[in-house]
């Protein structure tokens, strides 16, 4: 993979803001039972409209901490369209929450969702400039068929 340990979501945040407004930095781990999660190596940035993406994708490869990073656009597994809120797919294992209030925990959310399977991840996006929640996060499953039970 191509995204160091050393390079944090606020790194590629202020990376990314000459191409325009980037609403949502993601960084994935593996699960981890044990110690601090590892990361998969990979990052996840969304801007706020189609050009400000192309224009980061014209730039080609992003250097950071000494490491030349390739970026290219993700698929969009939520289907439905490119709206954060948008339904899933019938086989994705993620799922969007919004209207959360501003104090809930990335830890209290999975609590709350492991009644509907075994969850792997809980993103809470963070505002840029206060760090608190934004209101909303993705919650990833294990399953789809825990999506299904979700919704």
């Known amino acids: 993979r191509d995204v160091p340990d050393s390079v944090t979501e606020d790194d590629l945040r202020e990376k990314y ?3 325009g407004e980037v609403i949502d930095v993601y960084i994935p781990h593996y699960p981890s039972t ?6 998969k190596g990979i990052a996840y940035v969304a801007f706020k409209q189609q050009p400000e993406l192309d224009s980061a994708l014209a730039a080609g490869d992003c250097e950071l901490h000494g490491a030349s990073m390739p970026a290219s656009k993700a698929d969009d597994r939520r289907g439905g369209g ?3 809120h948008a339904p899933p797919a019938p086989a994705s294992k993620r799922v969007f929450v919004g209207g ?3 104090d809930l925990t990335a830890e209290q959310l999975q609590e709350g969702f492991e009644r509907f399977g075994e969850v792997k991840d809980v993103h ?6 206060t760090g608190g929640s934004r209101g909303f996060c993705y919650i990833t499953f294990a399953s789809s068929d825990s999506v ?3 919704l």
Request: proline content about 21%; cysteine-free; aromatic content about 0%.
């Open 17 to 19: 803001a000459s191409h």
């Open 34 to 39: 044990q110690g601090p999660p590892k990361r």
């Open 82 to 84: 490119d709206a954060p």
């Open 100 to 102: 959360l209030p501003l």
């Open 124 to 129: 809470v996006p963070k505002h840029n400039v």
């Open 148 to 150: 299904r039970d979700a």
